[in-house]
């Protein structure tokens, strides 16, 4: 049982290059989630899905794209990328919306990307 | 813009001593409180959660304390150990969570 796995771990890109990071959980969850960690700024909530086939824009959705093609997979796209997106990336799963019935969020181990 | 407030950025402890962690928030409409670890390279991990029907809440050396009225939490550590050295987010549930910006914790032997 592996959790939450993010694929790659680390990724260095220039500006206006395209990628794609890939989150996969074996929990059977139900709602997956983007996150982007900065310095002094804790962890913004990027997009989400509550199912397969549904995405939703969470706090920072500008400049990225998602997918929820089977359940336990999420993809991040970023079309075209920017400095500004130099961040570490945490994918996270969980049965039901966070914190209902004291649901706890798992997290991935993170993507850090730079962004030249 | 954050809506929740998280404070010290950083606090250095020794060693047996108690780490206090502070949060506050401004949405009434969050109704789910936790608190997440996060080691070095790895993703942040439950460490405790509070609902606001609860003022105080304790799992061996972890409590919080939650004053609905004055809207702010905080996490003590009892008995701080090195092991605990990490960053800790405190968090809200609204649409998904809302975490504060972090503290880092280094408890000295």
């Known amino acids: 049982n592996a959790g939450v796995t993010q694929t790659p771990k680390f990724r260095v890109l220039k500006t206006g290059q395209s990628m794609t990071l890939l989150c996969a959980q074996d929990?059977?969850?139900?709602?997956m989630y983007w996150y982007r960690q900065d310095p002094g700024m804790g962890l913004r909530l990027i997009h989400y899905s509550v199912g397969e086939g549904t995405t939703a824009k969470g706090e920072v959705p500008d400049g990225y794209n998602v997918s929820r093609l089977k359940k336990q997979n999420f993809l991040l796209g970023l079309e075209s990328a920017a400095p500004s997106q130099t961040s570490v990336y945490f994918c996270?799963?969980?049965?039901?919306?966070?914190?209902?019935?004291?649901?706890?969020?798992?997290f991935g181990p993170g993507t850090r990307l730079l962004v030249l | 813009q954050q809506q929740v407030k998280q404070s010290p950025q950083s606090l250095i402890v020794q060693k047996g001593g108690i780490s206090i962690i502070n949060c506050a928030y401004e949405n009434t409409a969050f109704d789910y409180f936790p608190w997440y670890q996060q080691f070095p390279g790895k993703g942040p991990a439950l460490l405790i959660a509070?609902?606001?029907?609860?003022s105080e809440k304790k799992e061996g050396r972890f409590t919080i304390s939650f004053n609905k009225s004055a809207k702010q939490f905080s996490l003590h550590i009892m008995d701080s150990q090195p092991g605990d050295s990490a960053t800790y987010f405190c968090?809200?549930?609204?649409?998904?969570?809302?975490f504060g910006e972090g503290t880092q914790l280094t408890v000295n032997p």
């Open positions: 929990m059977n969850h139900e709602y």
């Open positions: 968090a809200a549930r609204g649409l998904g969570l809302t």
């Open positions: 996270a799963s969980s049965h039901d919306l966070a914190g209902v019935g004291g649901e706890t969020q798992y």
């Open positions: 509070i609902r606001p029907d609860v």
